[in-house]
């Protein structure tokens, strides 16, 4: 048993005056989990260079100069919808001692001691108290670090998040900012249109319900099972093996010319997973159940004109898959759930993010429209995600082994929690070779059989 030990908490505000009063949230802010996204960043011993948590500290302060909005407070507003009160009142950080040695840790995979690597929030106090950013700095026996994060989703996505503690540990190095590292705080440039236009698409993401187990009328039943978590690799063989397979048994040449774009390492990764899980779950029914995709979509660069790189915030939209059929989803070849991810992407135009902008500010209650929250057994109306669905999230993008605090590059960076079946992301490897790794939580009756046919025809 690993026993982690606070040995202080702290609130930690920007260095300098920063500016006050109320920072519009967008739309796309507005629909995100207001919870704390939980990641560990997990750095091995270097005896050559000590921890200061005193150092970090102070850089954190730095930092909060640039990012001024976490420093502030979320509250509510009449139809559940959030504004941010730019107050400086500070972020939390906390110093830990294990008294254990990394390699007791296993895999980093998301269960028991590893969730303890970050920092809790007591979501039964007023939303005005919860700081919007928290670190937990835990230093092992053996002398390596965790840095655990909890992020409120509805300040920042994963790009955002990840440039904040880049340039929080850049900082902490000794080192400045760049120009081109400064962020982008203005809002306003992803917003709904003024005068508000009715949406031009069917955001079915929002206005349909999630397939359901044949035979249920709800997903109580689904929800209350027992799951586990795993870590699954792919080495970088497998990875161009999945791709190969997916572009190979669809044609994309006509005539010498190429039709399509071929499928990319995501659409193929996902498309696998989505079969594997079909297979996995089985129903009575089984050819006849009816499943979809969650799938999150950057906007960065789909907008025209395109948002600035260094834009903090959340710059994503949540869309899903057409409903399929199991029975469809393993006749047919990988291509087919590779492309119906594809189509359901490829929906993610510049009109249909200004349409999905105009759907949300067009209601009057917007706590609907959130999805999962961070947290296992929180208490709301979300939608569950999980049997007989999934959803697929991607890391692999995100430049997360650029993170040094000045002790060198982290082994490994993942989330902190996976908080329910189905949910899963595809996250890039600490060797930077091309594997990946697969985060996944599924109900624990179907984790071996998933594995067994996740890996059953690829080569080892």
Known sequence: MI???????????????????????????????????PVIHIYKPNNNIPFSFEKTKNALSRALVHFYPLAGRLRWKEGGWLELDCNAMGVQVLEAYADAKLDELGDFAPTGVVEDLVPKIDYTTPIEEWPLFLAQLTRFSCGGICVGTALSHTMADGLSATNFISSWAKLARGCDLEDDEIPFLDRTVLKSSEPLMKPRFDHIVYTTKSPLVIGNLDAKEEQKKETSVALLKLKREQVEELKNRANNETPHQENGVSTIRPYSRYEAISGHMWRCACKARHFLDHDNQPTRVRIVVDVRNR???????????????????????????????????????????????????????????????????????????????????????????????????????GWGKPIYVGPGLLNMDGKSFILPSPVNDGSLIIALRLQTQHMDSFKKYFYGDLAL
């Open 3 to 37: 026993s982690i030990t606070i040995k202080s908490n702290s609130i930690v505000i920007p260095s300098e005056p920063t500016p006050s009063g109320l920072l519009r949230l967008s739309e796309s802010d507005q629909v995100m989990q207001w919870t704390h996204a």
């Open 303 to 405: 907008l025209n004109p395109p948002l600035p790189q260094q834009y903090f915030g959340n710059a994503i939209c949540t869309t899903v898959t057409s409903t399929c059929l199991y029975g469809d989803l393993l006749s047919k070849p990988l291509s087919y759930s590779a492309g119906k991810l594809r189509e359901a992407i490829k929906t993610v135009t510049d009109e249909y993010i200004r349409s999905n902008l105009d759907f949300i500010a067009s209601q009057k209650h917007v706590g609907g429209l959130r999805s999962s929250f961070h947290i296992r057994g929180l208490s709301t109306k979300a939608p569950f995600l999980g049997n007989p669905n999934l959803s697929l999230g991607s890391w692999m993008n995100l430049p997360v082994y650029d993170i040094d605090f």
